[in-house]
């Protein structure tokens, strides 16, 4: 006897299910939805269809999500698990060299961490300034940043600023270059060329070249 | 690694209810869900093997050899599934804790009393 037109689609479907489902249930899912149509006479056909097609994105959608996502983080828990596994049967078999092990690398982080400290505090102060947290960025072009490293908050702009109380902002350059100046959350973007440096003081956008150069626009 | 834990569907909790008297095959099992919830849960046959492959994988069920094997057709030969321990125990959890809650609904004169 010839299958009916949904089954025939559902048997279509099938075929696009991934390998391992469809050699394992394909059979079986058609059989039922044989023996449905029989029982029912035709009733359910768009059901068995709609049904298949939902599946057939949960199948792949899932599959997708455990090569990717879920597999990943899986893989991770389980390299992370083995590998604590493996430290304690370590602690637990060869108490002194586990022991040696944790001490060394407690200090190893206590070291590291007491080294960082003390080169924040020292050489990572924070700017001298009223609000420091207002100059937020000087940058440069790329050209500038070839010819020098004034890209970014240097000691070169800091020393501008020291010596210019109630700047924001500086830009050190070194050509035809254009520069960004950021204060705040205004920004403005200077053309400038020749050798000078560029100023923006508080209150008001004001550009000034400093020393010798043809000019900023 | 142990298998995963799998949240329990309406699905899955009939699915195991179903299983919770014997093996039965898929088709079986569809149709008595059916029945049972009168037609509010119907399975198509596709999600009905999908949820199947589920409870597998989260090792809830088992495939089993049919109860008569000489009973059936050769080609109506079906798969047949059953509970695993791991399941029987999850089932009795959940419905333990259906029972709880519908103790309490009782409780608040939500449900008629027992008789």
Known sequence: MRDPLHIAILRLIVRLYPAEFRLRHGDDIVASARASWRATRGARATLVVLDAIVTLGRLWSSRAFEATVGGVARRAAGMFASDAALALRVVRRRPLQGTAIVITLALALGANAAIYTVAHEILLDRVPYDSPERIMQVTSPPVVLRLAPTGGFTWGIDKVLTDHPGVEAAAIYYEDAGANLVTGVEASRVRITGLGVVLRRAGRAHAARQRAGPGVQ | MPPRELRLTPTFFHLLLCLAEGPKHGYGMMLEIEERTDGALRLGPSSLYYSLSRL?????????????????????????????????????????ALAHVVAHARARGLLAPER
């Open chain 2, 56 to 96: 597998e994988a989260a090792g809830l069920i088992e495939e089993t050899e049919a109860p008569d094997p000489a009973g059936e057709a050769r080609e109506e030969r079906r798969r047949y599934y059953r509970l695993t321990p791991a399941g029987r125990a999850r089932l009795r959890e959940e419905v333990g």
